[in-house]
């Protein structure tokens, strides 16, 4: 049995994770499969979500109240809401003149707070490990 690794998942990687596991290096599938490690994602990935099937960019299959309500029974993950110190990491987080993402910001913010591991396939994550944040990179 395999230590226990508290992942965050990067909206892209849920999204790959039911809609295109295909992208999903094997390595992060081997953590995925891992029952020892526990997932969360960020209440700010689920409004980028929601945003993106609003406007048509990411068809669930469903109606959006069901998939949200059944996210944690559906895929074992655990919802990260927001709370204040997330907000302080936040205010304290310095980030490059090219990456002005504040959904990415909010979510390196919550995983830098709360000691988790945040899984991305976006490049710039890497500013941020000099500010605490862990990275597994896809």
Request: glycine share 4%; charged share 20%.
């Amino acid at each position: 049995m395999g230590l226990m690794t508290r992942y965050l998942l990067d909206t892209h990687i849920f999204i790959w994770t039911i809609v295109k596991p295909q992208m999903l290096s094997l390595q992060l599938r081997g953590e995925l499969e891992d029952y020892n490690n526990m997932f969360y994602i960020s209440r700010f990935s689920l409004i980028e979500i929601a945003i993106k099937n609003r406007d048509g960019n990411l068809p669930l299959g469903e109606d959006y109240a069901t998939f949200v309500n059944n996210i944690s029974d559906r895929f074992g993950i655990i919802i990260l809401d927001v709370d204040n110190r997330h907000l302080v990491t936040l205010n304290q987080l310095t980030y490059p003149e090219s990456h002005k993402d504040p959904f990415d910001h909010l979510i390196i913010s919550q995983a830098i707070t709360d000691k988790l591991c945040l899984i991305s396939a976006d490049s710039k994550m890497k500013y941020y490990t000099n500010q605490g944040l862990d990275l597994l990179e896809n």
